[in-house]
């Protein structure tokens, strides 16, 4: 079984709570979503059987933090994905899942190979993108078996009433996963520090662990 890939490099990453570490990125081709913010817009791809990637994966030099699955939506090709998690971990590295949280039956089949999910909470006002509250509660529940946190992107379109649901939900299925903000990087320019301030302390009075984090590979020139 061929996958799509259209681009494996070495990097830091950018977001999240992993920050800084150095990862191998595999990024996979194709989303089922259309975020007004999205800044991954692929149009070409390889394709690799999974040994083939893994070969590849394997060129690096080793110290790295993890293998970061990414998109698009690497969970669109999961059986391809469950392949190459599977030589991967066989062999001692540390799975990162990137993923827009909103097939929870492809998580399923993926999460026992999986050590990290770096989970969106994709709020309708943000995306513009219709909403996910119940794909994303099933995808929670699933992912709550490994260590996850979710992230929320913040634009001046995001809505409150979106950012509490979201907090319901967290509340509801696993209030111990650590919730990141992150300024949509295309307004990343101060006028969304009061939305974030104002969002930060929300969180806090409904006692989830929040924390604003921006994308620094963009600030720091990395690619
Ligand atoms: S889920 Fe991610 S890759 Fe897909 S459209 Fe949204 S921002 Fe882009």
Redo the contacts with the bound molecule.
């Keep these: 079984m061929k996958g799509k890939i259209a681009e494996v490099f070495e990097s830091i990453q950018g977001e999240g709570l992993y920050l800084g570490e150095r990862q191998i990125f595999v990024r996979f081709f194709g989303?089922n979503?259309?975020?007004q913010?999205?800044d991954?817009k692929l149009n070409r791809f390889i394709e690799y059987e999974a040994e083939e990637l893994f070969e590849k994966i394997k060129l690096y030099q080793k110290g790295f933090h993890s293998i970061s699955f990414t998109?698009?939506?690497p969970l669109l090709q999961k059986d391809y994905l469950r392949e190459v998690l599977k030589l991967t971990s066989s062999q001692g590295y540390k799975n990162y899942l990137e993923t827009?949280g909103t097939l929870p039956a492809e998580l399923s089949d993926v999460i026992g190979y999986l050590d990290i999910v770096a989970m969106?909470l994709k709020l309708p006002s943000s995306?513009g993108a219709g909403h996910f509250w119940d794909e994303h509660r099933r995808f929670l529940e699933i992912a709550s078996s490994k260590e996850v946190f979710l992230k929320l992107v913040i634009c001046e379109a995001t809505e409150e009433e979106d950012l509490r649901q979201g907090l319901r939900l967290i509340k509801e299925i696993n209030q111990a996963a650590i919730l990141v903000l992150q300024p949509n990087s295309l307004e990343n320019d101060g006028r969304l520090i009061d939305k974030l301030r104002k969002f930060k302390d929300i969180s806090r009075t409904e006692n989830i662990n929040c924390r604003i984090i921006p994308q620094m590979h963009k600030i720091a020139g990395i690619r």
């Design positions: 989303c979503l259309s975020c913010f999205c991954t998109g698009g939506e827009n969106d995306t």
